[in-house]
C-alpha cells in the first residue's frame, strides 16, 4: 500500500523568506501523481501544484515549486517570497495512475506560519 | 479551476436525527466524487468514494448505514448522516474528479456538523 509521510508538523518563516516543506512517499507503482494542498484557516482546500511522475522536470507555479526526486521517493514544496497568505496547513497527496478511482492518499500535514 | 459547492455549510442538529450534505460540481461534471471526515488539525481521512448511478465505495471501518451516500447525477453527490449522535460531530469535506484537462480533484468548502 502506498504511504504519504509529512515530517514537519509545524514550519515557521519570515514574510518575503523562502521556506521548503517535505514530503516523501512509498509506492511500487511507476504511474502516479503528486499534488501539494493548501488548507488556509477558512478550510477550503486549494490545489497548489501537481506533479506527474512520468515529468523529469519540477513543476513551478508563479512563487511555488517542488523538488521531485524521483528515485528518493521525495517532493518538496519550496515557497519563494513568503506572503502572509500563505499561512495555512499543507498537505501532500499521492494518486496512483492505476486505480480508476483515482483517490487520493494524504500525508499528515504541515502547519506553516508565516511572521511578519 | 473548477467549483465545487457544498450546503450546509455549518448544521447544528439533535441526536437521533439525520443530517443531509450535498456536493455539487458547479462547471463540469463529475462522475466521481469523494468524502472525507476531518479533525481538528488533522489531516483529511476519506470515508467513501462515491460514483454516478452506482453505489458508493466506502473506506474500511466506516459504517455504510449510517453514512449513506447517493450520486444521483453527475453533478450532484450526497451524505447522509443518519441516526447521528455527538460522535459523528466533524467537519466533512466533499471532493469532485475533474476528469477534464488536468484530471484533478477539486475541493467543497466543507460542512461543520455539530451534534447536540
Known amino acids: 500500500a502506498q504511504t504519504v509521510t509529512q515530517s514537519q508538523p509545524e514550519m515557521s518563516v519570515q514574510e518575503a523568506e523562502t521556506v521548503t516543506l517535505s514530503c516523501t512517499y512509498d509506492t511500487s507503482e511507476s504511474d502516479y501523481y503528486l499534488f501539494w494542498y493548501k488548507q488556509p484557516p477558512s478550510r477550503q482546500m486549494i490545489l497548489v501544484i501537481r506533479q506527474e511522475a512520468y515529468k523529469q522536470q519540477n513543476a513551478t507555479e508563479n512563487r511555488f515549486s517542488v523538488n521531485f526526486q524521483k528515485a528518493a521517493k521525495s517532493f518538496s514544496l519550496k515557497i519563494s517570497d513568503s506572503q502572509l497568505g500563505d499561512a495555512a496547513m499543507y498537505f501532500c497527496a499521492y494518486r496512483s495512475g492505476f486505480t480508476h478511482t483515482g483517490k487520493l492518499i494524504f500525508g499528515q500535514g504541515t502547519t506553516l506560519q508565516v511572521k511578519p | 479551476g473548477a467549483v465545487v459547492s457544498q450546503h450546509p455549510s455549518r448544521v447544528i442538529c439533535k441526536s437521533g436525527t439525520s443530517v443531509k450534505i450535498e456536493c455539487r460540481s458547479l462547471d463540469f461534471q463529475a462522475t466521481t466524487m469523494f468524502w472525507y471526515r476531518q479533525f481538528p488539525k488533522k489531516s483529511l481521512m476519506l470515508m467513501a468514494t462515491s460514483n454516478e448511478g452506482s453505489k458508493a465505495t466506502y473506506e474500511q471501518g466506516v459504517e455504510k448505514d449510517k453514512f449513506l451516500i447517493n450520486h444521483a447525477s453527475l453533478t450532484l453527490s450526497t451524505l447522509t448522516v443518519t441516526s447521528a449522535h455527538p460522535e459523528d460531530s466533524s467537519f466533512y469535506i466533499c471532493?469532485?474528479?475533474?476528469?477534464?484537462?488536468?484530471?484533478?480533484?477539486?475541493f467543497g468548502p466543507g460542512t461543520r456538523l455539530t451534534v447536540l
Open positions: 471532493s469532485a474528479r475533474d476528469y477534464t484537462y488536468t484530471d484533478t480533484q477539486y
